[in-house]
C-alpha cells in the first residue's frame, strides 16, 4: 500500500546549540520521518544526544567545528555514501546520501551544504564552482532510468528574484552571481530542453552580465523540481534563512536557499510543502527554518 514519508531538511547552525535551544520541540512538532541536516559542527555522539532513538548518518568535516551534514531517520536505511566528484573536490561534511527501501522501490535522500563562497576571492569561490560542477554530474546519475531521489539542503543559492528579498543589493555577490543561478536553471529545466536562462536580472541597475544566459548557451535541462517553488508558485519567498544582524527576521528580509530539490520521478508524489518559521526572533533556534515535505512512496 501507498505511504506517505515526511522529510524535513534544516541548517542547525550547529547541533548542540539546537538542541539546547528547542530543536526537540519542533521535532516532536512536526513528526517528520527524515531529517536532513547541515552545518551540524559535531560528532556522531553529539547527533545521537541531540536525537536519541534515531537511527544517523553521518559525515564531518575534516576541520573540527565546521560543517557536517547527517540525515537521521526513524527506519534504517540500507546504504549510505559520502563521495561526490573525485578526491580534489573539498565535499567532505558537505554530501551524505542514504537510500531507504520502501517495499519494491528505493528513495535516495541526499544532505547538502554547498560551500558559501565569495565573489571575487577565488579561494572562496573556486571550491563552490567545483562542488556545482560536481553536482551537475551527480544529479543525473540518481534520477537514472526513473530513480526516486530528493536532493535537500542549504545550497547557498538563490536562484531568482523571488529567492531574495533585496535581489538588487547582491546581484554581484555570493549567492546569487549569474553563473551560480545558470546552475539551477539547468537542473531545473525540464529534461533534454534547451536551458535559456534567466533576462533582464538587473537590467539598468548598472551590473553587467546579470542575467544567466551566458552561462546556460548549449546546456540542456536535467528536469529536476525546486519543490518549494513549485509548492509557492511565483511569489517572493517563502524565505528559510534571515541574517542574525538588525530586523531582517522581524522584516521578513530573508533568502530561500533551503531546498528540496526532486527527480523527475519523484516530483509528481510531493505535497504538503512548508516553512517551518518560528514565530518570533527569540523562538528561534537556528538562524535557518526547516523546509518539510511529504512524499507518497509504494
Known amino acids: 500500500m501507498p505511504r506517505s514519508v515526511r522529510i524535513a531538511s534544516v541548517n542547525v547552525n550547529g547541533i548542540r546549540a539546537a538542541a539546547r535551544n528547542g530543536m526537540g520541540a519542533w521535532v516532536e512538532a512536526a513528526q517528520p520521518d527524515i531529517i536532513t541536516l547541515q552545518e551540524v559542527r559535531a560528532e556522531l555522539e553529539h547527533l545521537e544526544a541531540a536525537l536519541p532513538g534515531w ?13 557536517g551534514v547527517a540525515i537521521a531517520s526513524r527506519e534504517e536505511c540500507s546504504i549510505s555514501r559520502v563521495e561526490l566528484g573525485d578526491d580534489a573536490l573539498e565535499s567532505n561534511g558537505r554530501w551524505i546520501e542514504a537510500d531507504f527501501e520502501f517495499g519494491d522501490e528505493t528513495l535516495t535522500v541526499v544532505s547538502a551544504y554547498v560551500p ?16 556545482l560542477d560536481a553536482m551537475e554530474r551527480r544529479l543525473p546519475e540518481l534520477s537514472a532510468d526513473g530513480g526516486l531521489a530528493l536532493v535537500t539542503g542549504d545550497l ?40 535559456t536562462g534567466q533576462e533582464g536580472i538587473g537590467r539598468g541597475l548598472g551590473y553587467e552580465r546579470s542575467d544567466t544566459r551566458a552561462f546556460s548557451a548549449g546546456a540542456t535541462g536535467l528536469g529536476w523540481v525546486d519543490v518549494g517553488r513549485a509548492a509557492a508558485g511565483e511569489v517572493d519567498g517563502p524565505y528559510s534563512w534571515w541574517s542574525m544582524r538588525g530586523k531582517a527576521f522581524d522584516n521578513d528580509s530573508g533568502w530561500r536557499i533551503d531546498y528540496h530539490l526532486a527527480s523527475p520521478a519523484l516530483a509528481p508524489r510531493a505535497s504538503g510543502y512548508r516553512v517551518d518559521r518560528a514565530p518570533s526572533y527569540d523562538t528561534r533556534w537556528s538562524d535557518h527554518s526547516p523546509v518539510v515535505a511529504d512524499y507518497t512512496v509504494d
Not at 60 to 67: D, H, M, N, P, T
Not at 116 to 131: L, N, R
Not at 172 to 185: I, S, W
Open 55 to 67: 537511527r544517523i548518518v553521518a559525515d564531518a568535516s575534516l576541520q573540527k567545528g565546521r560543517a
Open 116 to 131: 558559501t563562497g565569495e565573489a571575487e576571492t577565488p579561494a572562496k569561490q573556486d571550491p563552490k564552482w567545483a562542488f
Open 156 to 195: 547557498n543559492v538563490g536562484h531568482r528574484p523571488f529567492d531574495i528579498r533585496n535581489w538588487k543589493g547582491n546581484v554581484t555577490k555570493a549567492g546569487f552571481l549569474p553563473r551560480e543561478r545558470a546552475y539551477f536553471d539547468r537542473f531545473l529545466t525540464a529534461a533534454g530542453e534547451p536551458v
